[in-house]
């Protein structure tokens, strides 16, 4: 089952998504489905915003101003602007993005905000936080779904190879295997593991998949000021570190994976309004029972979410930025591998795609059966022909259109909207 970590719904959602890989939808999917999704987007906004508030008013004393950043150019251009670090790497990349900014992937969506203080009235990065697009969702899932669908079919290969081994006598380590049985053999595997998703049979050996970074925090520590920020993650109230994890290397950072409780009563005095309204209107909601059914959703939400949190210092920063380490280029090869370009994977990612860009669109009709069979082959137009009728071409502005507070709006690559709470 896909386990979307940072979702207050989790178990609903991955049973609708199993019953889906298999072609079995049940009655009401579809608007529980967009209730999941748009429900959870609206409060990650407001949950992760005021956590990381918390978190960086214990930390400097007081609270930050923020603004919402609409894409990647914005993070970019504030961090260059706005750099304390003077080093001879700090200053090379700083001078390769003003001179070549078009390299760095700036008009990439991004739906987040950027938290800072200001000195003396220069300002200082302090944090950021964003929360995944549907697409990338949809992306991030697909390859979990992917990876055992893969390993299912390596383990039916290994036992066909088995099975010649014995028949010929020989261990299966002695088994010499002509490339074209090879291949032949994974394809034979993966007819069995098609048969078993047509029939159904697969949907009870789904195990758990876990996607555990949809909604992330990053937080700029001072050299030697590491520790200082796992103690305040550490004393958060309620607060349950899961895994710590340290990497070397070009890029220096601490994954923290952590359960916070859920502050639904907070929550529940926080129901859309002003802009956010008309964005679930335009996804097929209806604005006399948007509350009721809120407050429903929280009612049935779990106890805790799970949130990753990244701390760095501000030069692993400009490296994951602008770096050797840029985020973008990560994103990039990882689409290239191979095991993510065949035919059964291509159709999980185009069922993925499909139920998240269902949760944009304005229709709540049920499905009589799944669009997007994961056995039949498909050209891409049959696939982006779906994704146009489904949301009459909308951008996926999923951060921004259930942007908890309605004076809110996205800055452009020229433009920040900025907040001082009081």
């Not at 003077?86 to 200053?91: A, F, G, K, L, Y």
């Not at 069995?192 to 909604?215: C, F, H, N, W, Y």
């Not at 095991?339 to 669109?361: K, S």
């Not at 951008?395 to 433009?415: K, M, N, Q, T």
């Amino acid at each position: 089952m896909l386990y979307l970590e940072s979702f207050a719904q989790r178990v609903q959602l991955a049973e609708i998504v199993s019953r889906w890989l298999v072609n079995r939808p049940s009655g009401g999917d579809v608007a529980r489905l967009k209730a999941i999704v748009n429900f959870n987007t609206y409060i990650a906004n407001l949950w992760v915003d005021w956590f990381t508030e918390d978190l960086l008013r214990r930390l400097h004393g007081a609270t930050p101003a923020r603004f919402v950043a609409g894409t990647k150019g914005v993070i970019k251009d504030f961090i260059v602007e706005h750099c304390p670090v003077q080093t001879p790497r700090v200053e090379d990349l700083i001078a390769r993005y003003r001179r070549f900014p078009e390299d760095f992937y700036r008009e990439t969506p991004f739906g987040g905000r950027i938290y800072f203080a200001e000195d003396g009235g220069a300002a200082r990065f302090l944090a950021s936080t964003r929360i995944k697009r549907f697409r990338r969702v949809a992306e991030k899932g697909a390859r979990r779904i992917i990876d055992f669908m893969f390993a299912h079919i390596r383990e039916s290969a290994d036992a066909l190879a088995e099975e010649r081994a014995r028949a010929a006598g020989v261990p299966r380590a002695a088994l010499i295997t002509p490339p074209d049985l090879m291949i032949e053999e994974f394809r034979h595997a993966e007819r069995r593991v098609l048969k078993a998703i047509r029939r159904g049979t697969i949907q009870s050996e789904l195990p758990i998949m876990a996607v555990p970074d949809v909604v992330g925090v990053k937080v700029i520590a001072e050299p030697g000021g590491t520790d200082a920020v796992l103690d305040a993650l550490r004393a958060a109230p309620g607060v349950t570190i899961l895994e710590e994890e340290h990497h070397h290397g070009v890029y220096n950072a601490v994954n923290v994976r952590m359960a916070i409780p859920l502050p639904r009563e907070r929550l529940r005095d926080h129901p859309p309004s002003g802009g956010a309204v008309h964005a679930f209107t335009q996804r097929g909601f209806t604005s006399r029972d948007l509350t009721g059914r809120y407050l429903e959703f929280l009612d049935g939400a779990d106890d805790h979410v799970l949130l990753e949190v990244i701390i760095s210092t501000y030069d692993n920063l400009l490296e994951s930025e602008i770096g050797a380490c840029m985020h973008e280029e990560r994103v990039l090869a990882q689409r290239e591998n191979p095991d993510y370009r065949g035919h059964l994977a291509t159709n999980v990612r185009y069922l993925m795609d499909y139920m998240l860009a269902l949760c944009l669109a304005p229709s709540n009709e049920d499905l009589g059966e799944v669009p997007i069979k994961l056995w039949v082959k498909y050209m891409p137009d049959y696939a982006d022909a779906l994704l146009r009728r489904l949301v009459c071409e909308q951008a996926d502005l999923s951060f921004v259109a259930l942007s908890a507070e309605p004076h809110e709006a996205a800055s452009g690559p020229d433009r920040a909207v900025v907040e001082t709470r009081v």
